[in-house]
């Protein structure tokens, strides 16, 4: 089951206990939920997405497949996240956050791995071209510095990030 989040908004000002967001829920590529939590300590609250439609009363109406995506969903993670669905909703939530984060340092730093941890060095003057193409990597590899067990994050696909960089990534910049 690949579970992902999508259309996240978060509210740094309204996270106190808690992070304070709503973002819609994908089970295997299709939207079949919604998160939210209001950031004072609460729950994170995951329901049946609702897709606009209404009964002749004007009552919501959920469709009976949403609705069973999301109850299994719920068993799914109590079975295989330590802390059910919240617990699953809150790490895909901080993963999207750190990524953020970690985009928005490399658009004015040059971010390396060096010891496990991640190390940073200002990227004033030098144009995203040279880092895509690879150029850049060359150059630092060339230095006295550049040690070969260093590793040029500004390349770094989301993916490769979650599953190889994130620990060093939370464990602090230097």
Known sequence: MKVELKSIKHCQALSHETNAFTAKVYVDGKHVGDAENAGHG?????????????????????????????????????????????GLIEDLLMEELWWRDFTKDKRTKILYLREGSVWFISRKGIPASRIKSGE???????????????????????????????????GGNK
Request: charged share 40%; proline share 5%; net charge negative.
């Open 136 to 170: 850049l990597e060359e150059q630092l590899k060339k230095t006295e510095w550049w040690k070969p067990e260093y590793v040029l994050l500004n390349n770094v696909k989301k993916p490769e990030f979650i599953a190889d960089y994130k620990e060093a990534w939370i």
């Open 42 to 86: 609460g729950p994170t609250h995951v329901q049946t997405a609702w897709k606009g439609k209404k009964d002749e009363k004007g009552y919501p109406i959920y469709s009976d497949a949403d609705k069973e995506a999301v109850d299994k969903l719920h068993k799914w993670a109590e079975k295989n996240n330590e802390y059910d669905i919240e």
